[in-house]
């Protein structure tokens, strides 16, 4: 599944929670916003939580596809630049409760495609490498770039703490945060000790939302 086939799907608009401002994303987009949230978020008495239907999560991703993608780059890392070719996991943005309540969007590549079938698939090869990128919306219909989320599946025993797993993140403006057994260990810990805890049977790797999956 390309990115082109996913913008292509169509599906049923699924009411998605909304993310707050987190310290890690970027100054909102000029120009990527949601006209709706904006007017609603205006009018007296209006609810702080909003909804985004499909097409406004899809649309938003498109309009900042661009701003994320030259942001990422900046970092150097090969896998910021080469993501977008690989296949692409989910049929719109969801919001993902363990990487800031942001919209998100899973990439695999070739030798991750076992990303797939999860259950079935056992531990990952060296060399699978699986992406997440993100984007944040204000109540106010604002929308931001977030970080970009990496797993790579690493030789065995090079970074034998973390399942053979680096995590890498990457800031929207391409400082790289930290890095499994490198430059800023400490800020990506927590990667590890969560993707253990929840997916210890499946290699650490955590599943798309049923709802949201596409393969
Ligand atoms: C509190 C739990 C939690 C933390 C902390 C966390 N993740 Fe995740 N991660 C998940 C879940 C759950 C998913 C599956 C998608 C979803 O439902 O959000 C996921 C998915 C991913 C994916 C897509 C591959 C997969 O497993 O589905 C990548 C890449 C990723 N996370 C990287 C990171 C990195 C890098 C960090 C640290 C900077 C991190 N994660 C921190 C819970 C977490």
Redesign the pocket.
Known sequence: MTRLRFLLLSGAAAPLALAAAFAADGPPSETCRVPRLQAVAASPGASSAADLTRAEGVGLYLCLFGEMQAGYAQSGNRFAAEFVDWDI?NAQP??????GGRY?N?Y?NEAAAG?AR?DEAGPMPAGAV???DSFSVSAAGLAAPG?L???EKMPAGLAAATGDWR???ILPDGRI??TSGGDGAA??A??????R???GARD??????EEFRID
């Open positions: 996991h969801f919001v993902s409760a363990g990487h998100v899973t695999a990303y999860l699986l992406a997440m970080p989320f990496l797993m995590y890498t993140l945060a930290g800020e990506v927590a990667c590890h000790e969560c993707h805890k929840l997916g650490s790797l955590l599943p798309v939302p």
